[in-house]
């Protein structure tokens, strides 16, 4: 609901301006309460989902307690990403890199608990596989994530500033 706050403040700002016309402001009023419906309804699928499967895992104190870290993990996860989605480009870069490695760090923890349990329900040369597709993901995840701290972006910046004359 904040977000759809801070989408009217920036609409009524907006339409203040003199070159805004009625429709923009409209335009990202209806917007910000659509992207506010949209996550107040991934949430609600979280919360429905969880109470299902915690439900299902409530004889074992292992499943259960998987399940619980795992929702509290992509909680976790959801509210880093929201973060970094709020982040303006005059943002420190530090600030980005930090949020960055925090999302890398849930994904990791979150990887690494999935490939366990799918592991325990094949045979070993599949298991393998799992495990060797999560470390790629986990050694991609370090690179583009934690190790590049944006050195590629330059060539997206250079694109967008010619094709901007």
């Known amino acids: 609901m904040d977000n759809a706050k801070e989408e009217m403040r920036r609409a009524a700002a907006t339409a203040d ?22 996550h107040l309804a991934a949430l609600a699928f979280l919360a429905c989902a ?16 998987f399940v619980v870290a795992a929702y509290a993990s992509l909680a976790a996860l959801f509210v880093v990403l929201r973060r970094a989605e709020r982040l303006t480009p005059e943002s420190p870069a530090k600030e980005r890199r930090r949020l960055l490695r925090q999302a890398w760090e849930l994904l990791t923890a979150l990887s690494c ?8 329900t094949m045979p070993a040369a599949m298991a393998v596989f799992v495990w060797a597709m ?9 690179y583009f994530l934690v190790l590049n701290d944006g050195r590629g972006s330059g060539d997206c910046d250079h694109r967008q500033q010619t094709q901007g004359r």
């Open 113 to 120: 608990a999935f490939a366990y349990r799918v592991e325990q």
């Open 134 to 142: 999560t470390a790629s993901v986990i050694v991609g995840g370090v």
């Open 50 to 65: 969880f109470v299902q499967t915690a439900g299902r895992a409530r004889h074992d104190p292992w499943d259960l307690a």
């Open 17 to 38: 301006s003199p070159d805004a016309g009625e429709p923009h402001a409209i335009a990202v009023h209806l917007q910000g309460w659509c992207r506010a419906c949209l």
